[in-house]
Each structure stands twice: as C-alpha cells, then as structure tokens.
C-alpha cells in the first residue's frame, strides 16, 4: 500500500518492482495508492490489516513526523508498523524560518 500521492514516475517505478516482486517470489503484488490526511489513511489500512505478511506498506519521512502533528491518530507507528526493507532513498532537509534583518 503507497500512502502518499505519488507523481507517475515513481508510480511507474513501484509497478515495475512490484511486477519484478511478483516474478521473484511467485506471489501477486497488487500496488494500491491510499493518499490522504499525511499518508494516515493508508498507514491506518495497514494497521488494520492481519498481521500476515501480505500487507506491506511503503512509508517515508511523513510517517515518522504525523506522530508529533496529530494529536489523535488511531495507531501507533512504532508500536503498529515493522519496518521489512529499505526499497528507495532520497533527500530529506529540515527548515526553519531564519529572522527578518528588517525587523527589530
């Protein structure tokens, strides 16, 4: 399950290894895009999910952050979710707002 609105490219990419996921372990992969509310909605439908094995999801930074910005979720992350294996990487930058030289 993909828990953020992904633009086609990756979607492309996360089709092809699913696909290849498929062949390799003789299993249907069917790659399902679950946005909304922080990538919640999809984490929530995970989580939800037995505990077997065939629900996966692919989470990123927001995951780890949506603790900190909601107060009530229906799941704990930490508790809720075991991490398998690292499938992509990319960049991540905290920012912060720097102060006005033109205030004083």
Do not use: H
Not at 26 to 54: C, K, L, S
Not at 57 to 63: A, D, E, S, V
């Amino acid at each position: 399950m993909i828990c953020i609105k992904i633009e086609l490219r990756r979607s492309c990419i996360l089709t092809a290894n699913g696909q290849w996921l498929s062949e390799r372990l003789g299993q249907q992969f069917v790659i399902e895009n679950r946005p909304g509310a922080g990538g919640n909605i999809g984490t929530e439908a995970v989580v939800r999910a037995p505990a077997d094995g065939y629900t996966l999801l692919l989470c990123g930074i927001m995951n780890a952050t949506n603790a900190a910005l909601y107060d009530k979720l229906n799941f704990d992350f930490i508790r809720d979710i075991a991490p398998v294996a690292s499938v992509l990487r990319g960049p991540s930058v905290l920012v912060g707002r720097l102060p006005s030289a033109t205030k004083k």
